[in-house]
Structures are given as structure tokens and as C-alpha cells.
């Protein structure tokens, strides 16, 4: 008898403890995430405004080939923000790899671009400060990554300013 209380007892305490952490993940874990923009740029208004609209479409999916405004692939989502403000910049990665000028990571500010080399293939991004970037991502849409993670800091290529 004694042991199938201590059982009964062992099985409410993992229980318990499963619950507390489950509860603390979903308030934790899947709080909105809050983007901090850089505004120490020459052309700061400018590219904060077009940051802040980007971060409008978090949560957007992604599709190959879409340029918006219901989904995106990564150079779609450039071109589709950037032309929301009157900049015609192309549609392709490629296209975009070769506009404007190359950057080094002490001089990138919102609103510039982050390109990646992935398998072969370029993936291109918003920077929204001189760490976090918004992007479509093939897993997960539209979302903010940072540079800092492992993969891509992996993948890194270079950072454009095209303002």
C-alpha cells in the first residue's frame, strides 16, 4: 500500500512539475517578439518606415516565386516592400545581390540588405538593427532572425545598402 502511494505521489509531482513548465513556455515561449529598429543611419526615417512595414507582414507564408501581399518568397518580400515606397529594385536575389554597394557589418543600419549563400543559392533579408533581420523564410514565412544564430552565421554572404 505504502508504494502505491508513493507512486500516486511521484505521479502528481511530474505532473505538476509538466504542467508549471508547459504553462511557463506558452506565456514565455510564444510572447510576441519585440523588434527593436535602428534609427542611427543617415537615411534613417526612411529606412525605419520601411522596416516598420515589413514587420507588418510577419506571419505571412511563404511561396516560390510569390512577390505579395499574401505570401512571399525572400526576394518577393524585398521587392514588394521596397516598391511600397516607391523604390523599383528587382525580384530576383541575383538582381538584388548586385544593386547598390556592399557594406561591412560595423556600417549596416535598418533597412539595408543581408544576403545569405545557401546550397548554391542567395537568400536575401531586411535588416532591422545591426543584428536582427526580417525576411521569408521557407519554414516559417515571413519572420526575424539574427545574424548571430548559427546557421546563419554559417551561411553569411555580405550586407547591400541600397538606400
Same mark, same amino acid.
Given at each position: 500500500m505504502r508504494t502505491g502511494r508513493r507512486r500516486l505521489t511521484d505521479d502528481i509531482r511530474l505532473f505538476l512539475t509538466l504542467t508549471i513548465a508547459l504553462s511557463l513556455l506558452a506565456v514565455f515561449g510564444c510572447a510576441p517578439k519585440t523588434v527593436r529598429i535602428d534609427d542611427s543611419a543617415p537615411a534613417a526615417r526612411m529606412s525605419n518606415d520601411i522596416v516598420r512595414y515589413a514587420v507588418t507582414l510577419l506571419g505571412k507564408p511563404y511561396k516560390n516565386a510569390a512577390k505579395g501581399p499574401d505570401a512571399f518568397d525572400c526576394s518577393g518580400f524585398v521587392y514588394y516592400v521596397y516598391r511600397r515606397f516607391g523604390m523599383s529594385v528587382p525580384v530576383s536575389t541575383e538582381g538584388l545581390n548586385k544593386i547598390g554597394y556592399e557594406i561591412g557589418p560595423a556600417n549596416v543600419?535598418?533597412?539595408? *540588405? &543581408? &544576403?545569405? *549563400?545557401?546550397?548554391?543559392?542567395h537568400h536575401v533579408g531586411i535588416m532591422i538593427n545591426r543584428l536582427e533581420f526580417i525576411h521569408a523564410s521557407k519554414s516559417r514565412g515571413v519572420t526575424v532572425d539574427s545574424v548571430e544564430a548559427a546557421y546563419w552565421k554559417r551561411n553569411f554572404s555580405h550586407f547591400r545598402r541600397i538606400l
Open positions: 543600419a535598418s533597412g539595408d *540588405l &543581408v &544576403v545569405f *549563400l545557401i546550397k548554391r543559392e
